[in-house]
């Protein structure tokens, strides 16, 4: 039987874990990328079970994790340090949260990739799919494939060659992520997220030597995006994070938080992953997580089926895992208007509400349900 092969458009986190499972699982795997080289943009990122679980199958967990920190409780406080919400993650039965730096998860990827062989294109830009499995790019060249996979971001310029946004909202909420040197004194185990109004000021323990500190407000607000960062400003609204703010690099990058909800996840030979299909607030710290899940679901579809049926399986994937995508996309939508949108003479209420629903069962199921997902291909022995 002749290898199959796949041409995937953008090496972020999603088109590197599909690429690398598929190739792991025999493909011939093609893998472009419009930057000039495989960097990835620094801070740390929340690793749940899930995404954890897919790092497994790939061989990339323990790279990945090495220098993490074990997450033990998730607390959200108000600006003064009033208790909002905590749950605690670490012991038996509880959710799995590890917090890496995010270069060390690209690299653990980079790596695998390499070991099964992917083929790297970097400086190749993409500029539209077709159906029947082509991957156009900006030199005019047609690459055909069993398969195609857009994995282009956020803000995708693929997807509209093919598939119809059903709905892009361009959110509340804008922020920096920095890594400050950890302190003595620092919490190794505790996220703590601080509400003040719509602003919001985020500590993420990291690693022995740096922590993952974030900084949103809404997209409306010049102070909310202004670099270099107003370190006064963020001092004055949060004097419950104490020092944070004397330590934080005000050369910082600013994100804009985005939505993206497609109609279809896949058309004829193409399918989309990662945020290009279905980019969220990180609020849950799912997205990744998530785009791992759909990867590795993926891969298992498409490798289990014959060439001609393909576009079958691609349906049949989005049908699988498209509803608890879909779950934590909206939890985390919501969680963005709690947050950014909620009126300010109700603030009291709001701090009532929380302190009320963090404690329910239902909402407890709902929050964690991505991180409670197993990747298909997982095998529970290890
Ligand atoms: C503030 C913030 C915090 C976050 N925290 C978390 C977290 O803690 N946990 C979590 O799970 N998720 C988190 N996320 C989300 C997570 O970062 C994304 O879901 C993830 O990086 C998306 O990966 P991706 O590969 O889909 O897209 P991207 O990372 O955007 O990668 C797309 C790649 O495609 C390339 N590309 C673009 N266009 C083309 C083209 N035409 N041709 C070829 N290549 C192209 C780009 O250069 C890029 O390398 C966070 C996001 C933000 C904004």
Redesign the pocket.
């Known amino acids: 039987m002749s290898q199959k092969k796949v041409e995937i458009?953008?090496?972020?986190?999603?088109?590197?874990a599909l690429g690398t499972r598929l190739a792991q699982l025999g493909w011939k795997v093609v893998l472009?990328?419009?930057?000039d080289d495989?960097r990835m943009f620094g801070?740390?990122?929340?690793?749940?079970d899930n995404?954890l679980k897919a790092l497994k199958i790939l061989g990339a967990y323990d790279k990945a994790v090495a220098n993490a920190r074990k997450i033990r409780e998730w607390r959200i406080e108000d600006g003064n340090g009033g208790l909002l919400m905590s749950q605690i993650l670490l012991g038996e039965g509880r959710d799995r949260l590890l917090?890496p730096p995010?270069a060390d998860l690209y690299e653990a990827l980079i790596e695998r990739a390499g070991y099964y062989g992917v083929e790297v294109h970097t400086s190749?830009?993409?500029?539209a799919v077709r159906k029947e499995g082509v991957l156009v790019m900006?030199s005019g060249e047609e690459r055909r494939a069993d398969l195609v996979v857009v994995?282009?971001?956020?803000?995708?310029?693929?997807r509209e060659s093919l598939f119809a946004t059903a709905w892009m909202d361009y959110g509340v909420e804008g922020?920096f992520?920095l890594l400050v040197d950890h302190r003595e004194g620092d919490p190794t185990d505790v996220i703590t997220e601080w509400w003040s109004g719509p602003w919001r000021v985020m500590f993420n323990p990291c690693t022995d030597g740096s922590d993952y500190v974030?900084l949103?407000g809404p997209v409306g607000e010049d102070r909310a995006r202004v670099i270099p960062v107003e370190v006064d400003f963020w001092a004055e609204k949060f004097p419950a994070a104490g020092d944070l703010f004397t330590r934080v690099d005000t050369a910082s990058r600013w994100?804009r938080?985005v939505n993206v909800r497609l109609r279809e996840w896949s058309s004829g030979r193409v399918a989309i992953?990662?945020?290009?299909a279905n980019?969220?607030p990180?609020n849950l710290?799912?997205?990744?997580?998530?785009?791992f899940s759909n990867a590795m679901a993926l891969a298992m579809a498409v490798d289990g089926c014959a060439l001609d049926d393909i576009p079958g399986a691609l349906r049949e994937w989005e049908a699988r895992q498209r509803p608890l995508t879909d779950h934590v996309q909206w939890w985390s939508y919501i969680y963005n208007l709690v947050l950014g949108k909620w009126p300010t003479s109700f603030m009291p209420l709001r701090s009532d509400l929380v302190r009320l629903v963090a404690g329910m069962e239902w909402f407890n199921a709902g929050l964690f349900r991505g991180a409670r997902h197993t990747p298909a291909g997982y095998d529970t022995r290890d």
């Open positions: 458009a953008g090496a972020g986190l999603a088109g590197l472009h990328e419009r930057a495989l801070s740390g990122i929340w690793l749940w995404g917090l995010r190749s830009v993409a500029t900006e994995a282009d971001g956020a803000y995708s310029r693929l922020g992520r974030y949103g994100d938080i992953v990662g945020d290009a980019a969220m990180p710290g799912q997205s990744a997580n998530m785009a």
